[in-house]
């Protein structure tokens, strides 16, 4: 005869007991303020209706909000109750989409605050508003630099298709030389000869050579081509240049916020076409309280303007070194079957942060002072390749970012420097090794004489 046996539940602990969960929609948004279906109200997605979301929570004395990334929706009313002094966790929609029952958007706002109460929603990195509002203006500079680069290689192949090898010729397709080559062609100047002496004297090659490569047999249809492309890449330098200005602008009004008086020293970092004239170092390091970035080796201009926009002063966020390498997949994924593992490549990532570091990691590799960075890349480079370098490299300068903020110290390269060599273990391993190959000792004492001579 079966018995009922008494079942006992154990109650999970709350960990945030003024919690909310808000679903968020295209066109409205659900909170919910409890567990339960009943404590749960609709909101429009206006501007006014999200204020008064940010009121309506206030009045509840709600503490900590969560909700789900939808790609942008999230995005103002982040902002809006970041502004009412509101703890704000935006999750991934993977960590509340497996429950059983209905589906809907009031289940979705109620199981959203349950998680969120329980503790079991991790949050995404959610930046502050500076760096939200620097990061769409670093993200359309950057679009900015693909599209004119798009023009210049169209430019090209109309010249390349007139036989015109003006990439031959010249280095740079972009440089003064060729521009004013380029804009005379538009005029209706064919001669080769003509527009050799538009070159620079600097040139390597000579007038004559140069002379002949820029004849060629150029057709009307392509001189329209050529005077459109021309036009709209000097377009978008122009709205560069003005994009630039408002960059700086709100790079130094959020410097000014800070005490700080002093800047980093000027450094002899040669200066690339499409990387930012004003010192975006100076500016960072009084954004950053004295902490000078321009110290790492390859972290430039461009670079700091990247991390300014992605990451900003929230990089406390991370507890640790390793969980912001995790954050940008520059860490092993280990893939573990049956106690073995099957895969240890790192995770796709292609935000801004991650590309600018393989980049950099890039570089430092290239270069031919000897630093550690430099050591190290070629250390992996030789084991296991490019491309695991190029990313274990990428690892260890977001590590020395960290740390660099959580030390509050300037970049030291004696920390980096390989330890000495163990004589001893080295010797023993030596002796293993030899013991195993079994040889005898007139071919022992040979291979020490060819090491001694």
Known sequence: ????????????????????????????????????????????????????????????????????????????????????????????????????????????????????SLGLLPSCFVPDNFSMELRSLVRLRRNLIENSSDYIRRTQKILR?????????LAHSTSQSSLRIIESIINGEMDGVKLAQLADKRCKKSKTEIAKALTGNIKATDIFQLKQCYRIYQNLLEELKLLDCEIEKLLKSEAQNNNIDLVCAKTNKRVDRNVPKYPVENYAYQ?????????????????????????????????????????LRL?????????????????????????????????????????????????????????????ATANKMARIIWTLFKKNEEFNFSKLQQKPINKTKVLEQMKKKISNLNLEKSELSIFLQSITT
Do not use: C, W
């Open 161 to 169: 298709n007139a036989n015109i090898r003006l990439d031959v010729a």
């Open 287 to 327: 954004i950053f309280d004295g902490i000078n970035l321009d110290t790492i080796p390859g972290m430039g201009r461009d670079a700091i303007l990247v991390f300014l926009s992605e990451i900003g002063n929230r990089i406390d966020s991370f507890q640790s070194a390793k969980s912001f390498s995790n954050y």
């Open 1 to 116: 005869m079966e018995t009922n046996q008494s079942q006992t539940f154990v109650k999970m602990p709350v960990v945030n007991p003024n919690a909310a969960g808000i679903d968020i929609g295209s066109k409205f948004h659900v909170v919910a303020l409890d567990g339960k279906n009943s404590e749960v109200k609709e909101f429009g997605v206006y501007t006014e209706n999200l204020y008064e979301i940010a009121q309506y929570l206030k009045d509840n004395h709600i503490q900590t909000v969560a909700m789900e990334a939808t790609g942008g929706y999230e995005s103002p009313l982040v902002a809006i109750l970041q502004a009412y002094d509101l703890k704000v966790v935006v999750t991934a929609g993977v960590n509340t989409k497996n429950f059983k029952g209905k589906k809907s958007d009031v289940q979705d706002s109620v199981r959203i605050q349950q998680l969120h």
């Open 331 to 391: 860490t092993p994924n280990h893939r573990v079957t049956g106690g073995k593992i099957k895969s240890n490549h790192s995770q796709k990532n292609k935000s801004s942060m991650s590309v600018t570091l393989k980049r950099i990691a890039l570089n430092v590799g290239k270069m031919k002072d000897n630093n550690p960075l430099t050591t190290f890349f070629n250390k992996i480079k030789s084991k296991v390749g490019t491309m695991k370098a190029i990313t």
